[in-house]
């Protein structure tokens, strides 16, 4: 039972509540007890200053002690109250009312307080069958060279009814106070959690098929609001990573499936006819050979790919000059280039050492050169060129191509995009130059971001496009 949230809460919610009470209570029944308390010592003592000034003054006229005693009890009028004045030897000199010291016991240690002008306050229980108990105020003073102790006193069972009465009227207020919490932490945390029951059950309903739907936000600037709006953030990447999955896989079959038609058409119609030459059969052999290399390519790169997103794509760091290593690949470059009669320059390069796996990153700047080679008309240019600073090398790849269209630059570097599938399959089939497929850029930025690096397209017009990639220097 304790499993559910709401009732975790409600119990929390009453156990705060309940220790404010409990405490509340508490303070004020202290407070309050120790004011009355405080009243009926500030009334006793007063009494004792009377009754002591009034005796002093028939002292000092020469009135014998008892009559002095017995006129300032007759002057004070207070009828819950009790008042007896002794001398030195313990004798009662006079009391109000008669008989009154006889049922209360002297406090223990009474009788041997210093002569000054202070009241001591005592609680006692009266020695009769009431056993009633009463506050006793004493002072021992000296009044016309004698020693006298005056005793004030009074009940303390009114006192003690009154606050018997407060401490059940604020002991009540405990109950009803954790009822009224219960109830009210049961509402709201009821009302707290709505919003989650509802963002639950409409998760319940959120499955693969229908990732467009999300969670309702009812207050978007509340913690559940943005619980809710990253939830939703979560199932937007989610829809866009199912989305981008199932466009591959489309991508993918349609790339897979175009060379193993055309392997299959040429087989088939080679083999329609039992006489055929020898140059027939070398011709679909030849057909057969490039599509199983365009085929074999696309294996590799998907795989390559896979490998990268899962962070486990092989690399093997180690020195290297990456100013050799981008002359090399131009020079490489060039070969094909020259088939469309385009200039590759390269002007010299200062010396660059860097750190990562060679092998890939020279995988990464023939993808590169090789797509602004299959971009670039017969008669353009292609410029290369390295810089050094801030621990990085910047490795420009500038040509003079057809350009990419303002739609087509954001998905330059998504799998199997091509701005012009059918030229680029063309072209590809025809010069030799890539896959085809789509899957070169993608792989030249998976190696980039495995090397710490970047590679983004600068710019692109109609005079051209501008790929920039960013290694670092050393080891990360």
Partial sequence: MLDSVRLRLTLWH?????????????????????????????ILRSLGSATISIMRQGLSEGVPENLAARKALSMLDFPTHSIAIM????????????????????????????????????????SDDT?????????????????????TSRPLTPLLGELNMDRLVLGSFVPIGLLIAGLAGWFLSRKSLAPVLAMAEQARRISAENLDQRLPVLNAR??????????????????????????????ASHELRTPVSVMRTATSVTLEKADRTSEEYRNALTIVDEQSRRLSRI???MFRLAR???????MESRPFYLDELLAETSRATSILAASKNVCVELPALSEASCYGDEDLVRRMLMNVLENAVKYTPPGGRIAVSLT?????????????????????????????????????????????????????????????????????????????????????????
């Fill in 131 to 151: 056993g009633e108990l009463r506050r006793i105020a004493v002072q021992r003073v000296v009044m016309a060279g004698k020693t006298y102790s005056v005793l």
């Fill in 87 to 126: 001398n030195d030897q313990g004798d009662l000199i006079a009391e109000r009312p008669p008989g009154f010291s006889a049922r209360i016991p002297w406090p223990a240690g009474a009788r041997n307080l210093p002569t000054d002008r202070k009241f001591r306050m005592f609680t006692v229980n009266a």
């Fill in 222 to 251: 509340d913690e559940l609001g943005r619980l809710a709006a990253t939830f939703n953030d979560l199932l937007s990447r989610l829809n866009s990573a199912f989305g981008q999955q199932r466009q591959f896989v489309a991508d």
């Fill in 388 to 476: 050094s600073g801030n621990g990085c090398h910047l490795v420009a790849v500038s040509d003079t191509g057809i350009g990419i269209s303002a739609e087509a630059q954001p998905h330059v570097f998504e799998r199997f995009f091509r701005a012009d599938k059918a030229k680029s399959r063309k072209d590809g089939l025809k010069d030799g130059i890539g896959s085809g497929a789509g899957l070169g850029l993608a792989i030249a930025r998976s190696i980039a971001e495995a090397h710490g690096g970047s590679l983004v397209l600068r710019h692109s017009d109609q005079q051209g496009s501008t790929f920039l990639a960013t290694l670092p220097a050393k080891a990360m």
């Fill in 308 to 314: 990268a997103d899962a962070g486990r794509l092989a």
């Fill in 14 to 42: 009453v156990t705060v509540f309940f220790v404010i009470l409990l405490g509340f209570s508490t303070g004020t029944y202290l407070f309050v007890r120790a004011h009355f308390l405080d009243r009926a010592d500030g």
């Fill in 299 to 301: 294996v590799e790169d």
